[in-house]
C-alpha cells in the first residue's frame, strides 16, 4: 500500500463515537465478512462510495487491493471486517488501535 497524503483523502471523525472513517476506494463494492480473512463469510456489501469507521484493525488473510497488499483487517462493527487494502487510510501500517 503506498502512503498517501492529499487533499482529497477523507478523514472524520464518526458523530460522536471518537472513531476515525476513511473512505472505500472509489469503483469499489466491498464485502464485509464475519472475521478478519477470506475464508470467514460475507455478510454484507458496502456501496459505491461508502465510508467506514474503524474501531480497531488486527492481521487476518492477505488481500490485495487498489491500496497494496496486506493482511490488515478493519473492524468495522461488532463481527464485521473489511480489508484495509480497500480503506484509503494513507498508511501502510496499523491507523487504529489492535483488535483484541
Do not use: H
Amino acid at each position: 500500500m503506498s502512503v498517501e497524503n492529499d487533499s482529497s483523502q477523507v478523514q472524520s471523525l464518526a458523530s460522536g463515537s471518537g472513531y476515525p472513517s476513511y473512505p472505500v476506494a472509489p469503483g469499489s463494492r466491498l464485502n464485509v465478512r464475519s472475521g478478519p480473512g477470506t475464508n470467514y463469510p460475507v455478510i454484507d456489501v458496502l456501496p459505491y462510495g461508502a465510508t467506514v469507521t474503524l474501531r480497531c484493525q488486527c492481521d487476518g488473510t492477505t488481500v490485495s487491493g487498489p491500496y497494496g497488499t496486506t493482511d490488515i483487517w478493519d473492524c468495522i462493527g461488532n463481527g464485521r471486517f473489511v480489508s484495509d487494502a480497500y480503506v484509503k487510510t494513507g498508511s501502510d501500517g496499523y491507523v487504529v488501535t489492535q483488535c483484541g
